[in-house]
């Protein structure tokens, strides 16, 4: 007898795209020593603009609270402080979804909790993801061994899939905004998948992640659909929000309503957190109650304007050429049609050889992905317009 | 068909313990409401003591940094930044003990990765614990469904239980200096340790949370023990060194020489976090780097040798009265027989009802902590000196 590693990381993909792009990128600039400072990158989904003012203020505030005897705080509630979960409740009140703060749950961010969810459900679930996919949906059930199939996404469907009849599905991945293609399901699609996940016992894994970005009347929480609380669990992150990429903050709300097989899933949720975790950093979450202030929210819209800018700047370039796109308007990612029937990777050559611009080819999140391409708005308003002027220059 | 839940979170057994313990504190308080003020706290687990000043420093300029635009960082490495890293590998180098960057890994916490790295290892396993045991360990492999067994510690090992030829275990948790017995394996032990899970094929989880507390030429690392790194993965935390936890850090080391099957477990841990973590904030990681400057290792021994300084207190009075004990001089921790040979609650309640000192019962760490009883070293002098002055009177 032996200790036995757990067999299905063996059949992981190795994920080389990102490890793809740096490398022609690296080729690049060997070849063109004279051009490297012109190199704009439009393919990163990092944010670049600074912590708010409140944030900060927050933060700085609260390390100095931890060193004085008075105010010290050590092991917080592993689910998260109330002060931070009532900031949550009462910005999920807008939206007129009605929270208990024991169905908050604090995280370190959406990617942990996305993946740890996954302790709670049996091995033998069928998991759904739509194609093109953020790759983490996969990855996690692949290191489980699930079984995983794929719902394409596709110009035809305007990158929204919807599910059919005949599909099935146990547990089923929707992110909306959506990483890569920037689609949104408006709330009538979401109605759909609801009843869907209602009548096959399917629970949805919702990534809000981008919540932020949604305007007008789509949606920004799975639970604006009635009898969503039912069948949902949903993920948001204050990293795209409030730039909290590298201070790492999320929550998860785990409905008392969700029950499988007679069992309420969060409670068990509550247990796997207080076992396997043991809260989020007390400077943290008062960085991120201050993105709910008065001052806070007006310095985050700020930023979110400014990317939103940027957004604009591209999806105008693109209506002007004609190109296909989704995205751009409720979201910080715009996925676009290859120009000239180009293939995603022969398409970043091209613009990288042809305008110095990087960006990120959509083969890389699936099969669907292939002959589309992502940019993102994370980058300066001088380096996105002086990007599209070459993009533009490219196409002509 | 329909979603199923993980059915082995159903087997858990609730914890009662620190539930039963307020429960108790509540009811006392209620019949005793002239005695609230004289209650003393000697049950508690958690620091008392605020970050060091150099710690709030750091955390205060690296928040102003992530204000700047010149100096904001989103993402980081998931595996934690270079500069903790090569802090925490010259902390190692100490004790002679030569890592690889790429063997440490950054944290939110040793009891996060503790659960986390169950991830790696097929629920066929068998686990061994020493009992009585800290509850993490036993709850997170009952929630994969693997068979736990236990290893008697006792008066008669001195709370260090020794593998035995006949025992089989495929992953064995030790922690030294233990929580909640305080007793620390010397070298000649834990070399005992290493070379049976190396005639085991076993692979030893090394909890070394409370190493800081470690004098002399006790082991501060499993890997000062030659040919440990071929099969321990150890995990550590600037809890208790460093009044961490509330801001949550701490260090896996995943040693490349570590193969099972031909498989090397570092790029499988590697690829665990970087799928399901995102690395720890950015402010926190600048705090834990203070820590190992020349004056935050000052800092933090003065808050270190004030808890120990308690232990004293703890341990002169249990020495003078003649009670046996294990932990105190290597630990924060004190493990007492309980005196006039009653069982552990029995004790809890007298020390409450008659000397209004609250401790933690042995019982609730497992059937091997019967008629123990666990006192920290958490407090403040001057508590704890009135504790002991109590403890003594009731034991007159």
């Known amino acids: 007898m032996a200790v036995k590693l757990n067999g299905n990381y063996q059949n992981l993909e190795e994920s080389y795209l990102f490890a793809e792009i740096a490398r022609r990128i690296r080729k690049w600039q060997a070849d063109h020593p004279d051009k490297a400072e012109q190199l704009i990158r439009m393919g990163i ?20 609270e931890l060193g004085r005897a008075e105010s010290f705080r050590g092991y917080g509630p592993e689910q998260g402080y109330d002060f931070l979960k009532e900031a949550i409740q009462r910005y999920y009140a807008r939206y007129a979804v009605e929270l208990d703060l ?8 959406a990617k942990s909790d996305l993946g740890n969810i996954l302790d709670l459900f049996d091995k033998d679930n069928v998991v759904m993801v739509t194609d093109p996919v953020y790759p983490v949906y996969v990855d996690t059930n692949q290191m489980d061994g699930r079984k995983i199939v794929f719902k394409t996404a596709s110009e035809e469907n305007g990158f929204l899939p919807m ?3 005949e599909d099935h599905a146990d547990l089923i991945y929707l992110c ?3 990483n890569p293609t920037g689609a949104v399901y408006d709330r009538e699609m979401l109605k759909q998948w609801v009843a869907f996940a209602r009548e096959n016992h399917a ?29 949902a669990i949903e993920f948001c992150s204050f990293s795209k929000k409030a730039g909290f990429t590298g201070t790492r903050c999320g929550y998860t709300i785990v409905p008392k309503e969700l029950v499988i097989d007679g069992i309420p899933v969060n409670p068990m949720w509550l247990r796997r957190q207080t076992t396997k975790f043991n809260g989020v950093s007390y400077v943290t979450q008062r960085g991120a109650e201050a993105v709910f202030t008065a001052e806070g929210e007006k310095q985050i819209q700020e930023n979110i ?13 693109l209506d002007e050429l004609g190109i296909y796109y989704t995205g751009g308007k409720n979201s910080p990612y715009i996925w676009l049609k290859c120009p000239g029937n180009l293939d995603s990777w022969s398409f970043f050559d091209k613009l990288l050889n042809e305008a110095c611009v990087v960006g ?14 992502r940019l993102t708005a994370f980058s300066t308003h001088e380096n996105t317009r002086e990007a599209m002027r070459r993009f533009k220059e490219l196409c002509k």
């Not at 024991?102 to 995280?107: D, G, P, Y």
Request: charged fraction near 20%; glycine fraction near 8%.
């Open 305 to 317: 304007d400014y990317y939103r800018e940027n957004a604009a700047i591209i999806t105008d370039t």
């Open 360 to 373: 990120t080819p959509g083969a890389g999140f699936g099969k669907a992905g292939e002959s589309f391409f």
């Open 163 to 165: 599910p059919a009849k």
């Open 45 to 64: 989904g990092d944010v670049t603009r600074p912590l708010p003012e409140a944030v900060v203020n927050a933060m700085v505030s609260a390390s100095q």
């Open 176 to 178: 909306s905004p959506n």
């Open 102 to 109: 024991h169905e908050i749950f604090i995280s370190d961010g």
């Open 203 to 231: 629970v949805i894994l919702f990534d809000a992640a981008y919540e932020c970005f949604v305007t007008g009347d789509l949606p920004h929480s799975i639970y604006e659909i009635p009898g969503a609380k039912e069948v």
